[in-house]
């Protein structure tokens, strides 16, 4: 993922009043000749698994896009029955084997009969979406149990709009369901990358919200503890990140296990500010409670007096209402200084 222009991994709730949010994530300026493409994509794999979401099962949905180079690969994960398997195989045969012309042909011929079931229209989605992307889908099937097998498939396409991309273009969907897998196994409900721009953060913060309600144990712990911290992290980012090519490139990442959820980000650092940044993580890690309580509201009447809006507090009010050291560490590599910071929000203090 690291030559990824954006990575969007998403396995949380599911509901069509996340599309919004998820296609705003991927607006940049490399994908403004297939916007609306791009958008119509989005929307329709991500109601996909909205459509076909099995109440009992939340391990296995996953919606995620990748923009690496000039293509877009837009990857679904879901559980679906053996019939529908049989059925989807012979399906996605036929489509990957229909040019362009004979796509539209079969389009029509379906839309003319009125074949359609409750949830959907008798593959016309998976037409479009080849009719849409110039490209085959990939998929793989793979067994889960003697009811339900695993869907997973990628639609493949060139921001250059209906350009064929070459095999050795694409991201195999093997690549991609190894990270399903290593997102699944360490319990990731969300992951992004990509340009932390306004919009961007309003966005990631909409869906932190929504993706934290159930778990927490009151209003408190939600609107402040959860939100605040995400808040801090993502500003952190805005006001340390290092600009590469006009934006401020980070990752932030959302997990959750028994112990509560845990927020963390990664990103570039200005020149000149690793000792700045080292020093101050490992400051507040030396802090007890009491230091902690103390250094906050000293560093809140200095701010009063400088009329400094907050500096140096947010972290300062992570450490000291979380109860939990920052986890860091700051490599280095052919661009400059990369910071990885993140912190548990336990379910019990």
Request: with cysteine; charged share 25%; net charge negative.
């Amino acid at each position: 993922m690291r030559n990824d222009l954006v990575s969007l991994f998403y396995a949380g709730l599911f509901s069509d009043s996340f599309t919004e949010l998820l296609v705003q994530l991927t607006d940049h300026e490399e994908h403004s000749g297939v916007k609306k493409n791009l958008s119509f994509l989005m929307v329709e794999v991500f109601q996909n698994i909205v459509r076909y979401k099995k109440e009992d099962e939340i391990n296995y949905e996953m919606f995620g896009l990748r923009s690496v180079e000039e293509n877009l690969h837009i990857f679904s994960s879901n559980l679906i029955d053996l019939t529908s398997s049989n059925l989807l195989v012979d399906k996605l045969k036929n489509i990957n084997q229909s040019n362009s012309k004979e796509l539209k042909k079969l389009y029509l011929e379906i839309l003319k009969s009125g074949l359609f079931s409750e949830k959907g229209g008798a593959g016309l989605g998976l037409i479009q979406m080849a009719r849409k992307s110039g490209n085959p889908i990939q998929y793989k099937f793979s067994p889960i149990n003697q009811e339900n097998n695993l869907f997973q498939y990628q639609l493949d396409f060139s921001v250059n709009k209906k350009e064929t991309i070459q095999d050795y273009d694409k991201i195999d969907i093997v690549d991609n369901i190894d990270l399903f897998n290593s997102i699944n196994k360490n319990d990731i409900v969300f992951l992004f990358k990509g340009d932390f721009k306004k919009e961007n953060a309003n966005a990631i913060l909409s869906i932190i919200q929504s993706n934290t309600k159930e778990s927490s144990k009151n209003k408190e712990f939600n609107d402040y503890r959860i939100f605040h911290t995400a808040v801090e992290l993502i500003q952190n980012i805005s006001r340390h990140g290092k600009s590469i090519n006009g934006e401020i490139e980070g990752i932030f990442c959302l997990m959750k296990d028994e112990s509560g959820f845990y927020l963390s980000t990664g990103n570039y650092i200005k020149n000149g500010e690793f000792s700045k940044v080292e020093k101050h993580f490992d400051k507040l890690n030396d802090f007890n409670k009491d230091e902690l309580q103390k250094i906050y509201l000293t560093t809140l009447k200095e701010n009063a007096l400088t009329d400094t809006k907050n500096a140096g507090v947010g972290l300062i009010d992570v450490r000291r209402y979380n109860h939990s050291n920052f986890d860091y560490e700051i490599i280095t590599d052919d661009i400059g200084f990369y910071l990885t910071a993140g912190v548990l929000i336990p379910f019990y203090i």
